[in-house]
């Protein structure tokens, strides 16, 4: 079983000042790790990923985040945050060894983490 | 390039009444998932679809069901509609042959059973 958590329901900051929101995954196989965003009354839209590699991945919007493999963690983060990046924000994990045993790809979300981003 | 495009956008059923959401991939992606979002959760996987048939299952009662043609469209169904199936219903498209790509989802139909 995978799971996702994302332990904080709001995170409130300043405009220009930096911004971190957290993500924590349980994966039996090899992770796969997205950031989406969800603007009111919209779907998801698809910020970055780590499948392998750099442990530092850079993605849309300035965004950017890093995968911890031993804390099992995959932070999102922003050098100077907008009022404009106020949103709800989805970590997913999914496990990278699924597809090749005949599973599928399905992914599996954490609970979302509300940014709000003021002047 | 179209993006995944989904209908109805809104929807207002009845409890045990049956109800049927389409939703058609990004051009050129062959795989089809659904998610189901309450509101204040986040999304959860009802199943995927690849070559017409159903691939992986999440948690789900067969009160759910779905569909994918030749054209990879799908359709997701649910029968004996019960006022906890209210939600926003998300579907999403990708590459079977790019196994790191990422989910493109739709703007979802938002569902109301009462």
């Known amino acids: 079983a995978q799971s996702v958590a994302q332990p904080e329901d709001q995170v409130n900051v300043a405009e220009g000042n930096p911004l971190t929101v957290k993500c924590t995954y349980s994966v039996s196989g090899n992770p796969y790790l997205f950031w989406y965003v969800q603007y009111p009354n919209r779907g998801l839209q698809f910020l970055l990923k780590?499948?392998?590699?750099?442990?530092l991945v850079k993605g849309s919007y300035g965004f950017e985040a890093e995968f911890n493999k031993s804390q099992t963690s995959f932070h999102l983060k922003k050098p100077s945050a907008l009022v404009s990046d106020s949103a709800l924000y989805f970590c997913a994990v999914r496990d990278g060894t699924d597809w090749v045993t005949g599973g599928g790809n399905k992914l599996t979300f954490g609970t979302g983490t509300q940014l709000k981003v003021e002047l | 390039d179209a993006g995944v495009t989904q209908s109805p956008t809104h929807l207002i059923k009845t409890r045990g009444q049956q109800v049927t959401l389409r939703c058609s991939p990004k051009s050129g992606h062959d795989t089809v998932s659904w998610y189901q979002q309450a509101l204040g959760q986040g999304p959860q996987f009802i199943f995927q679809y690849y070559e017409e048939e159903e691939r992986q299952r999440g948690n789900f009662p067969d009160r759910f069901s779905g569909h994918q043609f030749p054209n990879y469209s799908s359709e997701l169904n649910v029968n004996a509609l019960l006022l906890g199936d209210s939600a926003l219903y998300l579907c999403a498209s990708s590459l079977t042959r790019e196994w790191g790509l990422e989910q493109y989802f739709g703007p979802g139909t938002r569902l109301t059973v009462t």
């Open positions: 780590y499948i392998t590699g750099d442990n």
